[in-house]
């Protein structure tokens, strides 16, 4: 019977300290979290901004749905397209500085378009190896040659494009990477794809809302433009709703609007959530105290945890990931904290390398300074 080998291979998970569990959310994301009937304070959400529950996004979304109904009803190709997407598109594109933009149903499914559509058998992706696994698994899909290099290893990028001499190429990174909460080289990079006539396609899932001024994210905090550059970001982290887009220039969009077989083969997202992101824009726009706030609490949160057994990496970011190394002592820390009441992922492979099994800490501006010093006062308390 097949289904004893999968019994299997989830024991042998689970005696790895491996297997991946849910747990169920009651109550709204926020930073005060009903999970499984008990309360926790939560690091855990990618809701950076504390947009996901925030009045006028409901609002937003209840108006949306109001106006155009509940599901978009076909993809986006077909009759899928509503006023909402076009509007959100267009307002994307001119926030992050590009000509034009895609928005698709998650990043995910940006990503897999992006690099299907724009290459494939005989041209050659480069990627760090440290990429988010959409990126990785959207490289295997196209079909195109891979070169992985070394995390933010722009010396051996250099020569990887060196020797090659045909097909397109296109450079694929993180611009903030998701386990690490490190920026990627981007001003590097892009020297880079210039002298050797590549793309640069930056992933700002963790960026977009959080970095740049006014939240527009990686390209703005680097001064970056540039015709190379392919932008794509998610719009389920700071944005606080869902989905992704892409933005680029005028022929790489309409190339897209061809190509990606994720963007032509799915449902349109209900165009309620394009109302919702449309009211979420100007709050990431305007409000600057949330991208000050936030950077206070990194800053605290720091300065608290210099001490541990456990090594903070360096991150400027709301991710702050605590390096504990092996799987059952990432996993036991994890639930010591949830015995405080606290809420921090573990981290594991093959989600991250073997051995750097860690705490993923994120931060929203929706924590307060006491909220950082309960979980700096837990770590410590652990740690003895
Ligand atoms: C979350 C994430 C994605 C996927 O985006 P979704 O909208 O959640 O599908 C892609 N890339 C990176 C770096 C991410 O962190």
């Known amino acids: 019977m097949p289904f004893s080998s999968l019994s299997q291979e989830l024991e042998a998970r689970a005696a790895q300290g491996l297997l991946r569990r849910r747990r169920v959310l009651e109550s709204a994301q926020g930073v005060h979290i009903r999970v499984d009937g008990k309360h926790y304070l939560s690091f855990c959400s990618n809701d950076y901004l504390g947009l996901a529950n925030h009045p006028q996004l409901i609002a937003g ?8 109904g509940v599901g978009a009803g076909a993809s986006h190709l077909v009759s899928g397209h509503f006023a909402a997407h076009h509007e959100l598109e267009q307002a994307l594109a001119a926030f992050v500085n590009k000509p034009a933009a895609l928005i698709f149903s998650g990043g ?17 992706v480069f990627a760090d190896k440290l990429n988010h696994a959409s990126l990785n698994d959207a490289m295997l899909l196209s079909r195109a040659g891979v070169k992985r290099y070394r995390h933010n290893d722009v010396a051996q990028l250099a020569q990887q494009l060196e020797q090659t001499r045909s097909g397109r ?9 998701s386990m690490d909460g490190d920026l990627a080289p981007l001003p590097q990079l892009l020297a880079l794809c210039e002298q050797h006539d590549a793309w640069l396609l ?7 809302g ?5 939240g527009r994210g990686s390209l703005s905090h680097f001064g970056l433009a540039s015709p190379r550059l392919i932008y794509m970001a998610t719009l389920g982290k700071a944005a606080g709703v869902s989905g992704a887009f892409v933005a ?26 394009s109302v919702a992101l449309l009211a979420s824009l100007p709050l990431i726009r305007e409000e600057g105290w949330r991208r000050e706030h936030l950077l206070g609490l990194i800053a605290q949160l720091r300065a608290g945890l210099g001490d541990l057994p456990w090594k903070l990496l360096p991150s400027a970011t709301p991710i702050q990931p605590l390096l504990v190394g092996g799987n059952e ?22 989600t991250v390398p073997q051995g750097t099994a860690r705490l993923r800490i994120t931060l929203s501006a929706a924590h307060s300074k006491q909220d950082v010093s309960q979980l700096i006062g837990a770590l410590h308390a652990l740690a003895h």
Do not use: C
């Not at 002592?329 to 093959?350: D, F, K, T, Y």
């Open 169 to 177: 190429k296109l450079v694929i990174t993180d611009a903030v990477f």
């Open 210 to 214: 959080v970095l740049g001024a006014q």
């Open 61 to 68: 979304l209840q108006q949306g749905a109001a106006q155009y």
């Open 108 to 124: 995910y499914l940006a990503n897999l378009g992006v690099v299907q559509g724009l290459v494939g058998r005989g041209d050659t």
């Open 329 to 350: 002592a990432a996993l036991a820390l994890s639930e010591g904290l949830r015995a405080r009441g606290m809420w921090v992922p573990a981290i594991r492979p093959p």
């Open 202 to 208: 930056v992933d700002d899932a963790h960026g977009f």
């Open 248 to 273: 680029a220039e005028e022929v790489v969009i309409n190339t897209l609007l061809q190509n990606a077989r994720s963007y032509i083969y799915t449902t349109a997202s209900p165009p309620a959530l």
